[in-house]
């Protein structure tokens, strides 16, 4: 048996159902190891030797994983073909004792039976390259984090982060917001003139004076330039006809799938990271199994492959006619920086169209694919012409400008249209006159409007992932999990489509402009990832770019620690008096809500709940429970994020707790062994069979006794926008129902 271990589970399936026989399909679920949690884990005083661990929770995976490998004659590391993939099978590796100087590593661009027939055929080393350009990030990362982030903590307030690029896209948007703040609106009037010939009317812009460009910015010059127009004779006096051309625009990367998704479907980042990865992980078609759809969807490059260009020229021909196929293939420029062993984002084969999959596919997996697909065919077919008319106008001194254009060849927009954001104060005419030079139009009337120059936009999902690829800040694989975490943080939160600057986002921009301009800094963020791709091609050691970086680093970190400099909301003192050492208690914002602290604190560490709306006098002792059974004090009862629970008087010594279970909660039955579910706390909530481990099953969210009236799967209890919604857990399916009252 040959072991193939690959990372995502969702691809499992698909990439079993084409090795065949013989091959086994492991998934690690992401990363094995990592540097731990809860400490630097960077060795700064031995050329930054990084100290891994197996992540805690994939202690189950790495023991199953090894138990397949001592099974196996041959294993092949088939993770995703990017850094992180690379550094994945170097984990792997590690873990199970394989030279990664043989040929053990296989990678493919699409999860198809070609490319992975020929993978298996190119086996190959792991690439030191790319996993030290990966391991260069993580430590640069893991630093930047975990000697900055005490420095908000202390000067702001607990439970704050920064990163590297997390924290110059943050100041991406407060910046934005400032120049918003800043902008003084001007006004201005657009001036047109409607004229008429042969009954047919056409707007002709106000363009010059005497020659010099003229823009009319209070009513007073709208109203000389009409007393100087009126009676006037309007002249023809140039008239310029030719064929102009519109390229189609390259296949999908990451960043432009990610923003067309959000302008022209609605679809947030998170929710076109899920699809996307679903198209390429494979769906179930009837009668196939899984079937992969899209190439491998975390990429800058707008390369195409010989193979898929001449697919496409043979549908093109077929479908459209040869008109359609450009005369030499279409090839497209990755910008400098772009991994370009990668292809853009393309369907595998275009004879599997997205109107052939309408039934299969669910709505938000059939919208991002027929996006996928029509981009890809688009880029592959002829220019789009049009005739163009561009006509100058003269009365009274004052030009006037006329243009319009109007299809010869539709070309690529047979498929695939562009949006195009029209300048309302300069429209295009499509349906104008037979004008030539010497005509006389008839004056019909003014048009004008009073107008205000607006601010800047805020950022949307799609516009702040534009300007991160614009400015090199960050890779595809980094876009959204860096922009989800600014909200996660509640750095930043979104009005509609907006992002918007959240006050604690813009205390923790200004304090690290403050300490660490240079590193907060769009210019060193770029410049960065530019010397990780110098590391990934061999040309520069990963040590030394790391060294580069911390030399002076801790000193800036000193500096700003041991200043006095604070932006810390100032604590409110309350009239309870600590019963341990007599001072008087100040009111904290903790993780789960306010909450009484001695200010005293190390030195005493009493604390105590508070109700919102309770009264500070009437706050009363800790109510005592039973013994500890591990040191014997009395336990005291406390509320933490999953409600109350009982813990030990002597914290921080004896950190026994004991979670208090309501007894009567029913949370249904488990849908795969029908025993009662119970609910389980650890880090978060979760729901778990009562029949563990016999039965494995757990759900994230409440499970309901109602099956899915569309595909029979079990459904979950969520809320979303304060209603109640029964969800199906079936993703394929993923329909969701208000729930009713009859159905509580």
């Given amino acids: 048996m040959k072991l193939v271990i690959i990372e995502g589970i969702g691809k499992k399936e698909t990439v079993e159902k084409y090795l065949g026989k013989g091959y086994k399909v492991f998934a690690t679920r992401g990363h094995v190891r990592d540097l731990p949690a809860r400490t630097l884990a960077v060795n700064v005083n031995d050329n930054f030797e990084p100290k891994y661990e197996i992540i805690p929770t994939q202690k189950e995976t790495v023991k199953r994983l090894t138990e397949e490998a001592s099974k196996a004659e041959q294993i092949l590391l088939a993770t995703d073909p990017d850094r992180e993939g690379e550094a994945i099978s170097w984990h792997v590796a590690h873990i199970l004792g394989l030279d990664e100087k043989q040929n053990i590593r296989i990678a493919f661009n699409e999860i198809s039976k070609n490319a992975i027939t020929e993978a298996l055929r190119n086996p190959r080393p792991i690439d030191e390259n790319l996993v030290d350009a990966q391991q260069a990030r993580r430590v640069l990362d893991r630093l930047v984090g975990y000697k900055i982030s005490p420095v908000l903590c202390r000067k702001i307030q607990s439970k704050l982060s920064a990163g590297r690029v997390q924290s110059v896209t943050l100041r991406l948007v407060v910046e934005r917001e400032k120049e918003i703040r800043a902008f003084k609106p001007e006004e201005y009037w657009p001036f047109a003139s409607v004229l008429e010939k042969g009954r047919k009317k056409f707007k002709a812009v106000l363009a010059t004076k005497n020659g010099e460009k003229i823009k009319l910015t209070r009513k007073e010059e709208v109203d000389k330039v009409v007393a100087d127009l009126d009676g006037a004779t309007y002249e023809v006096t140039a008239v310029k006809k030719s064929v102009t051309r519109s390229k189609p625009l390259a296949p999908f990367t990451t960043s432009t799938m990610q923003q067309d998704a959000l302008n022209k479907l609605g679809m947030s980042l998170s929710q076109t990271t899920q699809t996307a990865q679903n198209l390429y992980e494979g769906i179930e078609i009837p009668g196939e199994g899984k079937v992969a759809l899209v190439t491998y969807i975390r990429t800058d490059s707008t390369r195409v492959s010989a193979g898929a260009m001449a697919e496409a020229k043979e549908f093109i ?106 300048d309302e104060d300069n429209a295009e005419e499509a349906n104008l006159p037979n004008l030539a030079t010497g005509d006389k139009p008839n004056f019909s009337a003014y048009k004008y409007e009073q107008k205000f120059t607006k601010p800047p936009a805020r950022y949307t999902e799609a516009s702040l992932v534009k300007a991160m690829e614009e400015k090199g800040i960050g890779r595809p694989a980094t876009y959204t999990p860096t922009i989800t975490l600014l909200f996660k943080r509640e750095y930043t939160v979104k009005e509609g489509k907006q992002i918007k600057p959240t006050e604690l986002g813009e205390k923790v921009t200004s304090m690290l402009i403050k300490y660490f301009p240079d590193i907060v800094n769009v210019k060193f963020t770029a ?7 110098e590391i990934e091609d061999g040309s520069k050691n990963w040590q030394s770019i790391i060294k580069d970086f911390y030399d002076g680093f801790e000193e800036k970190i000193e500096r700003a620690i041991n200043d006095d400099y604070s932006l810390k909301t100032p604590d409110e003192v309350s009239d309870v008096v600590c019963e341990r050492c007599g001072a008087k208690m100040v009111i904290k914002q903790g993780k789960y809500g306010k909450f009484l602290a001695c200010p005293n604190y190390p030195k005493c560490r009493n604390t105590k709940n508070l109700e919102d709306n309770s009264d500070h006098e009437a706050a009363a002792p800790p109510i005592e429970g039973e013994k500890c059974a591990k040191c014997g004090k009395p336990m005291v009862l406390r509320k933490g994020k999953f409600g109350e629970f009982w813990a030990c008087s002597g914290y921080p010594k004896c950190k026994n707790i004991v979670n208090i279970e309501n007894k009567e909660e029913n949370y249904g039955n488990c849908p795969l062994c029908g025993k009662p579910l119970k609910a389980v706390r650890g880090k978060s909530l979760f729901f778990g069979c009562s029949g563990y481990p016999d039965c494995k099953f757990t759900s994230a969210h409440k499970v309901s006794d109602l099956k899915c009236p569309e595909c029979g799967s079990y459904m979950t209890e969520r809320k979303y926008g304060g209603k109640d919604y029964l969800v199906c857990s079936n993703k394929e399916c993923g329909k969701k129902f208000v729930r009713t009252p009859s159905q509580e």
């Fill in 317 to 422: 021909t077929q479908k459209y006619g040869k008109e359609y196929v450009p005369n030499k293939p279409n090839v497209y420029v990755s910008k400098k920086l772009a991994q370009d062993a990668h292809e853009a984002i393309r369907p595998i084969t275009l004879s599997r169209t997205p109107e052939s999959l309408i039934d299969v596919l669910t709505k938000p997996n059939y919208r991002l694919y027929k996006l996928i697909y029509d981009r890809f065919l688009a880029s592959q077919m002829s220019d789009a012409t049009y005739d163009s008319l561009s006509v100058d106008i003269s009365a009274a001194g004052y030009g006037f400008k006329v243009t319009g254009k109007t299809p010869l060849f539709e070309g690529y927009t047979a498929v695939y249209k562009i949006q195009e954001n029209k």
């Fill in 527 to 533: 410049a960065m990832e530019e010397q990780l791709d």
